[in-house]
């Protein structure tokens, strides 16, 4: 053991001579990521950049939030040339602290409108539709609510799953308070905690709630279903949109900005370019069952297309959904959070 | 000198947390350290981790007692069965038992018996017990291990029955043992974030994890990570308190003897029975829930990216096991030799280090390795000296209790023969407390193996870990691609908790 330690100790020695003698920034031609968006759905597309560009890309996986806190720690000494976030909150925030520059016009321009935030600093690189989740066996699909206001029924009385600590949920609510105010907004919350609202860590976590028997509807986001399809193709869950227009049905976007600091802009330009090609939407479309951010591509037979879910979401501002402090204060006040 | 080090950097985190507390104005700091809501996580948080604490220490006990005392066959395979639960990740191990439970659960479809769902309290509670109380099972069991058999003898033969030897003699020589444990599983579990989240049992953990994740608000998370600090200074004093004036080595030369192998008898069934359910729920059912993760969809193209994960964990986790337990041996030494309030406070502080959410504990290394040492910022060194660091207290207990046990005469023989301080540190004391050591590095290496937050932010970009797969594969509802990477888990550290282990078996 003493041995042991000292061979330790003269390792680490090592160790650190070597890796102080590396600066942290790396070569030029790199660029450094911070994702907030797991591997598993950007790996791919990360590998086939590398190879088409020539261009090494390094990669710091983790939660959204907890990098935009790190981002938000590090400031201007950020080793991230590009965030790359699950939810239009994180970007926000870290828009707020005027961390990101400025994207040029042939970026923004390949997207809708609504798809990139007004001081476009950062744009949508795919989305994902808010659903109603239900049993199979439990529910009929005739009785199933119209509008998130019908949960808050007596019939749904302790049947109803949600996730208020989930990003999804929160951009949800925060939408939801644009298009109906905030009384409405905490009315409901109120009422649907009353009625026995479940709440659960996440979306995965409510689908196999419902499988489990624990709940009977979730409020969510469309893909997770599809991954439970995947494995096992009796997975007792089914899901739909609720009425056209209905706050229930909102689109959320995952996005993408540069940082003020960026070593290799040029890199992150084609980065971003490259998320947003024709063909590499497809792939989003098909693999991950993401909605893509273009109008051009087809979707999977079955599953509703993007124009479509555009009609049904309500119109909102991507700006209006980055800003969370009073959705979180109205989720503390109704002991939510 | 290192002591001193250890103190100084272990505070940073906490100076770091009152900067952004103070940082919001007063008025909304009252607003929100008196909320109605803090006392309900309050109540809960203490709920839980008492709860667990006797939960652990009933099956920590007698865990130790038969693989150490008892004529029970296999022992060597049972202690390291009752460590491998701490390999397990919280959640992964609340996966299981939701799994395993409900409507749907496996206990459903194999039996057609529908078990209620496990959750909140008792969910919590439970999926806690099977991968804390190691902590327990091995501090007891190097305790028991290193008794001086004498006492009990001569209890013996002054009449007494092993039962009563047991309750008068063995047990209360346990206490520093006990102590140390129970004070890690206490601060395991008011830090605990994976199991409370899943099992939806709402605790302050879980409340700074959702502030972090909700709100990008470094303020409020602050102020809840100091009231959990708070909590933990209570319980250190209340640890002190208890430790005070014990000491538990010999004092006449006394002989080197293993303690006797008792037979089992008529109580042979239970303990089979007790040890059996123990295995099949804290190992068994994880490690089942994990293989059939993997039969629903094998890749063999994640194999490279599972030995690249591999090589990183290992590469951050092994040094700081080594390191955090180099560390433990002079602080734990002051505070047993030379006993005074800065001693023990400096061999305290490390505890707070411990007891500091990681993710607060990883942005105060941010901040501060940015301001002070910008070079070291996300370098592998940095990894490891921060997971050394943070898991600091898990390595102190082990070897304080086993310094209890050396007499500091042997030392000073040593030095009255010439030798020098350190020397006779190493000839006389260290080879008693290797014990001790081997137990530290285990437990510094399997929560550095599982660690999430510290490892997210601090690592150099591009650096992969095994937990950090199965995190982000499990959080896309993924657990096929998650379950290689778990399995990875439990197998390493089953060879590195082996190899600690098969030290001390040859040694014998």
Known sequence: MTCCIRHFVTCNIIYLILLLSFPVGLAAQTLTIYSGRSKVLVEPLIQKFEQEHGIRVNVRYGSSTQLAVALLEEGSRTPADVFWAQDAGALGAVHREGMFQKLPNELTSILPGRLHNSGETWVATSGRARVIAYSIPRVDTTALPETIFELTDTKWRNRVGWAPSNGSFQSFLTSMRQLKGNDTTLQWLLDMKDNGAQSYINNSALLQAIAAGEIDIALTNHYYLYRFQETNSLFPVNQTYFRSGDPGNMVNVAGIGILNNARNREAALAFIGFLLEKENQQWVTDEVYEYPVRTDITMVPGRTPLLDIQELSPPLDLDDLSNLDQTLNMLRRSGLL | ?508
């Open chain 2, 1 to 508: 000198m290192p002591a001193i080090l250890v103190g100084i950097s272990v505070l940073v985190p906490l100076l770091y947390l009152l900067l952004r507390a103070f940082e919001a104005d007063s008025e909304l700091s009252m607003e929100l350290v008196f909320r109605y809501r803090n006392l309900e996580l309050l109540y809960n948080t203490l709920l839980l981790a008492l709860s667990t604490l006797l939960a652990g220490t009933l099956i920590a006990l007698p865990m130790a007692w038969i693989t150490t005392r008892s004529d029970i066959p296999g022992r060597k395979i049972l202690t390291l069965l009752g460590v491998l639960p701490l390999a397990i990740p919280g959640y992964v191990m609340a996966y299981a038992l939701l799994g395993f439970t409900g409507a749907n659960g496996t206990v459903a479809m194999l039996f057609g018996i529908d078990l209620p769902r496990l959750s909140g309290f008792s969910g919590a509670l439970t999926a806690i017990s099977l991968y804390t109380f190691p902590y327990l099972y091995l501090n007891f069991r190097s305790a028991l291990a290193g008794l001086d058999p004498s006492l009990e003898e001569v209890s013996r033969s002054l009449g007494y029955r092993p039962r009563v030897v047991f309750f008068r003699v063995v047990l209360p020589q346990l206490r520093p043992a006990y102590y140390a444990g129970a004070l890690i599983i206490f601060l395991y579990v008011l830090g605990d974030f994976g199991a409370v989240s899943l099992m939806r049992f709402e605790t302050f953990s879980y409340a700074i994890y959702l502030q972090y994740a909700a709100s990008y608000d470094r303020v409020y998370a602050a102020w809840l990570a100091l009231m959990l600090l708070t909590l933990t200074s209570t319980a250190l004093v209340v640890e002190y308190r208890l430790l005070r004036g014990l000491f538990f080595h010999r004092i006449g030369s006394g002989n080197e003897k293993r303690a006797n192998i008792i037979p089992l008898g008529h109580w042979k069934w239970p303990a089979y029975i007790f040890v059996t359910i123990l295995v099949l729920l804290s190992i068994f059912l994880p490690l089942s829930t994990i293989l059939y993760w993997m039969i629903e969809a094998f890749d063999a193209g994640q194999l490279a990216g599972l030995r690249q994960a591999l090589s990183g964990s290992a590469m951050a986790s092994a040094p700081a096991a080594l390191l955090a337990s180099a560390l433990a041996v002079p602080l734990a030494y002051i505070g047993v030799r030379h006993p005074s309030r800065l001693t023990r406070g400096i061999e305290r502080i490390a505890y707070l280090g411990y007891a500091t959410p990681p993710l607060a504990f990883a942005l105060s290394l941010i901040f501060f390795t940015l301001n002070a040492a910008p070079i070291l910022y996300q370098t592998l060194s940095l990894l490891i000296v921060a997971y050394a660091l943070h898991f600091l207290a898990e390595a102190i207990g082990p070897v304080r209790s086993s310094l209890y046990q050396a007499s500091p005469r042997l030392e000073e023989a040593a030095r009255s023969l010439g030798y020098g301080r350190l020397k006779a540190f190493f000839l006389a004391t260290f080879p008693i407390m290797r014990n001790g050591l081997i137990v530290s590095a285990a437990f510094v290496f399997m929560s550095a193996m599982k660690e999430l937050p510290i490892t997210f932010l601090l690592a150099p970009v591009g650096y992969e870990t095994l937990a950090v797969n199965v995190w982000s594969y499990t959080a896309e509802a993924m657990f096929a691609q998650a379950a290689p990477y778990a399995l990875v888990i439990l197998l390493f550290s089953t060879l590195f908790v082996g190899l600690l282990f098969a030290k001390e078996w040859t040694s014998r």
